[in-house]
């Protein structure tokens, strides 16, 4: 059965950081893609970053570049978030995602709150 673990979300004052996991099991982690995703409240799911299977490229979007950093542990299978410089836009529920064979597989999410 493949799962998703999300874990890492809380609260933190603007200008502070978090670090977010994403436990996979299920597959073979090293061989897909892997997103992060955020959805704030009663917004669209919006792509925050990707990176490929090998780790070696990465993608951001706009809003968070030079803020927050996508890596992997394929030995761990696990894909991290690393968010500095956190500001109150950037809260959402953030989750974790791939596709596998055309399905979408999505984490439980975890929520950040970025506020004082």
């Known amino acids: 059965q493949i799962q998703f673990v999300d874990s890492g979300g809380g609260l933190v004052q603007p200008g502070g950081s978090l670090r977010l996991s994403c436990l996979a099991s299920?597959?073979?982690?090293?061989?897909?893609?892997m997103n992060w995703y955020r959805r704030a409240q009663g917004g669209e799911s919006e792509l925050v970053a990707h990176?490929?299977?090998?780790?070696?490229?990465?993608n951001y979007a706009d809003a968070v570049k030079g803020r927050f950093t996508i890596s992997r542990d394929n030995a761990k299978s696990t894909v991290y978030l690393q968010m500095n410089s956190l500001k109150p836009e950037d809260t959402a529920q953030y989750y974790c995602?791939?596709?596998?064979?055309?399905?979408?597989?999505w984490g439980q999410g975890t929520q950040v709150t970025v506020s004082s």
């Open positions: 995602k791939t596709t596998i064979r055309r399905i979408e597989y």
């Open positions: 990176i490929s299977p090998d780790g070696t490229n990465t």
């Open positions: 299920g597959f073979t982690f090293s061989t897909y893609p």
